[in-house]
């Protein structure tokens, strides 16, 4: 019963042994080398981990500044394209109506030159005409008063009178028959 009652009173886990305070001990080491050569360096890892995607948000929300800014540039440049654009449209729609109506006027210009040209070519033909058809019914006026009055009139005087009073009569007779 002793040896029940020794190997009983070993056996009893409420009291300690010496085991116990070497198990105590080693562990007591272990966690001292944990905490002075493998924690620290977990620990600075993980700071440094932190650190960064700290910096990877930080350079994110300026990446998306920068992103907003450069958009609101690139739309206002945009913008002011698009306004420019309009503008030289503009322009030259408004040239393109300067020319038009500048050559317009010129060519009304010329058209009238062109036209004025003509009259006083048509006006010389016909005073041309005139005193052709004058010399030619002057002669054939005084021939034919030659014949019928029977004497020549040769002279030139007389012979002008004769072709004036002819055509004034005529020019009568024409004005008369018209109205």
């Given at each position: 019963?002793?040896?029940?009652?020794?190997?009983?009173?070993?056996?009893?886990?409420?009291?300690?042994?010496?085991?116990?305070?070497?198990?105590?001990?080693?562990?007591?080491i272990m966690v001292w080398i944990l905490a002075k050569f493998v924690i620290p360096p977990i620990n600075k890892a993980m700071t440094a981990r932190q650190e960064a995607i700290r910096q990877q948000f930080a350079d994110l929300d300026q990446a998306k500044?920068?992103?907003?800014?450069?958009e609101e540039e690139f739309r206002s440049q945009i913008a002011d394209a698009r306004h420019e654009a309009a503008r030289i449209r503009e322009e030259a729609r408004e040239q393109g109506a300067a020319i038009i109506a500048e050559m317009r006027e010129q060519a009304q210009a010329e058209a009238q030159r062109i036209v004025e040209h003509a009259h006083t070519q048509i006006e010389a033909d016909r005073k041309a005409a005139v005193t052709s058809l004058r010399n030619e019914v002057g002669t054939l006026a005084t021939t034919l008063a030659g014949?019928?009055?029977?004497?020549?009139?040769?002279?030139?005087?007389?012979q002008s009178r004769v072709v004036d009073r002819f055509l004034a009569d005529l020019d009568t007779t024409r004005t008369s028959g018209v109205n």
């Open positions: 019963m002793a040896t029940q009652a020794i190997v009983a009173m070993e056996s009893n886990f409420l009291v300690p042994n010496g085991t116990f305070f070497v198990e105590l001990f080693a562990f007591a500044t920068e992103a907003h800014e450069a014949r019928i009055v029977g004497e020549s009139l040769d002279d030139e005087a007389r």
